[in-house]
């Protein structure tokens, strides 16, 4: 008896004749097993009911090396086969064991079941009717009577479904491939046409699902990788692409079609790879030029162009330069309302330029699609203190520069206004006090934006020179009053006194 649990249980829920090989006696007389053979199939036997597979597969090697006409021996290494998931293998084992012991209803059986799960109804349907006419137990025929039922059904299906792609009917196949598929489930030619219905309905990767199951069920089915290989490149996925096309050239190097996509997708892919490489540099101009590259190489593919578009505004947005950024981003956008990178990208852009409300809006955009994205939800809290801000003082607008204006620039302003409204400039005292307040204004922006530490406080959305933006409050050292800012150079780069200045 087969122990619950044990390789011989398992098969049997499975394939309910395999059993026979647990008890299958073997007949030295009617077999001509000499002694060695006999011993490798007894050792075989025991080892692939301890669930030893690949020693008791090399013991029945060895059984039908000794005895090439042993009929057992071969039913017992396409079991093991079988086990361990080669169907393939175990096939010519069992035609093996039909042709010596015509009368073996068990392999026959066995046989039936393996061809309809790949399909081939007519010699599955064969098979089952033979193993009717060749006196089975009762289990067998109801086994037989059962598998005939459902091979005829299947080729019923098959029919349908036959009809239904002639008739362009794609949704009506695929129910009826959906079918056949759950009992022909090593059927490829039905996977590769039902991978041509999805195709056809605009599902590219339940198709490469389907494609890729055929090229392992079918030898050298360059075909398949070629389908494979352009469908991913028509997602954009220039890179699983580039690696399926390269199993369609390890089959035939001369495959034309396959060798010429293979040259168009490693051309993108190197341009691609590149561009990535000089946006991890920081080099954003350069990068963005290879990404210009990419929609000149593939115009004709939607999915690069936006993609390129979308590293572009990247790049633009990193290199801050704002409005060519806005005008990018806004372009991906149209097409992909809800691409996330873009509205990040956009969001810093509108940063640059003052532009708070717009900014909080693509971050609240982006929060929708990515709550947990910590990059976003920063953003949102800095454009939020940054809306704030503006609505106090802003250093950078006192000044007249922008947001991303280097340090020259801004001591080059900031003289320059001093210069101008410096109170000694102005004789009538309501003047000078107006005066006064704006040389403290412009002192206090170029204290703050001249240092790094205090410019990138203020840049977070924090006055460094406002005590309630500063935790604990109290006083600040920065707030200065006129007195404290006279006798102060605008022309020094410092910050400390040099000497008097007047104006007269």
Same mark, same amino acid.
């Given at each position: ?5 044990? !390789? ?18 073997? =007949?030295?007389?009617?077999?001509? !097993?000499?002694?060695? !053979? ?24 060895? +059984? ?22 080669? *169907?393939?293998?175990?096939? @010519? ?13 068990a392999a026959r059986l066995q046989r039936g079941h393996l061809l309809l799960k790949q399909g081939k109804l007519d010699e599955a349907e064969d098979d089952f009717k033979k193993v009717l006419k060749s006196n089975p137990s009762e289990q067998e025929e109801r086994e037989a ?7 005829? =059904? ?56 389907? /494609?890729? +199951? ?13 389908? %494979?290989?352009?469908?991913?490149? &028509? ?17 035939? &190097? ?5 060798? +010429? ?17 000089? %946006? ?8 963005? *030029? ?15 162009? !936006? ?9 633009f947005s990193k290199d801050e330069k704002p409005v060519e950024a806005i005008r990018i981003c806004s372009e991906v956008l149209q097409m992909e309302p809800d691409n996330v990178n873009a509205l990040k990208d956009r969001a810093e852009a509108y940063l640059i330029e003052e532009?708070?409300?717009? +900014? %909080? &809006? ?23 203190? /940054? ?48 005066? =006064?307040?704006?040389?403290?204004? %412009? ?5 703050? /934006? ?13 006055? @460094? /020179?406002?005590? =309630? ?7 600040? @050292? ?27």
């Open positions: 008896m087969v122990a619950p649990g044990s !390789v011989g249980s398992r098969l049997g829920a499975v394939f309910p004749f395999l059993l026979v090989l647990v008890d299958l006696q073997y =007949e030295g007389a009617e077999c001509g !097993v000499n002694a060695d !053979v006999e011993k490798h199939l007894e050792l075989g036997k025991k080892l692939l009911a301890a669930g030893q597979l690949a020693d008791a597969l090399s013991q029945f090697h060895a +059984a039908v090396d000794g005895d090439p006409d042993n009929y057992i021996a071969y039913y017992r290494r396409a079991t093991v086969f079988l086990a361990m998931g080669k *169907s393939k293998a175990a096939l @010519p084992d069992l035609t093996k064991v039909i042709a010596l012991k015509m009368d073996f209803t009577e059962s598998q005939l039922v459902k091979a005829d =059904e299947m080729q019923r299906l098959r029919s349908h479904a036959l009809d239904a792609f002639d008739g362009a009917d794609y949704t009506a196949a695929i129910t009826f491939l959906d079918k056949i598929l759950e009992v022909c489930v090593w059927d490829a030619e039905l996977r590769e046409l039902r991978a041509e219905c999805f195709i056809k309905e605009g599902e590219p990767r339940k198709a490469i699902s389907d /494609l890729k +199951a055929a090229s392992k069920l079918k030898n050298d089915n360059t075909e398949a990788f070629y389908k %494979i290989s352009t469908l991913y490149y &028509q997602l954009g996925d220039h890179e699983l692409s580039l690696s399926e096309v390269r199993e369609c050239l390890k089959l035939d &190097q001369d495959h034309k079609r396959c060798f +010429a996509h293979y040259k168009q997708v490693k051309k993108l892919n190197k341009l691609i790879e590149s561009a990535e490489e000089l %946006i991890r540099d920081g080099r954003y101009t350069d990068a963005t *030029s290879k990404y210009e590259s990419v929609m000149k190489t593939e115009p004709s593919v939607a999915e690069y162009t !936006v993609r390129s578009k979308e590293r572009i505004c990247h790049c532009m708070y409300d717009e +900014a %909080i &809006q693509d971050y609240e955009a982006a929060q929708e699609h990515n709550e947990n994205d910590q990059q976003i939800r920063e953003g949102l809290e800095k454009a939020q203190r /940054l809306l704030k801000q503006s609505q106090k003082r802003d250093y950078y607008k006192i000044l007249g520069v922008k947001r991303n204006a280097k340090k020259q620039e801004i001591i080059k302003a900031y003289r320059k206004l001093a210069l101008q409204w410096h109170p000694d400039n102005f004789q009538n005292e309501e003047e000078k006090k107006k005066a =006064e307040k704006k040389f403290i204004d %412009i002192a206090a922006a170029k204290e703050v /934006l001249s240092d790094p530490e205090m410019r990138k406080k203020f840049d977070d959305g924090e006055d @460094p /020179l406002d005590a =309630e933006s500063q935790q604990g409050g109290g006083g600040n @050292p920065f707030h200065r009053s006129w007195n404290s800012w006279q006798g102060f150079n605008p022309f020094s780069s410092g910050g400390p006194f040099r000497f008097k200045f007047h104006f007269n």
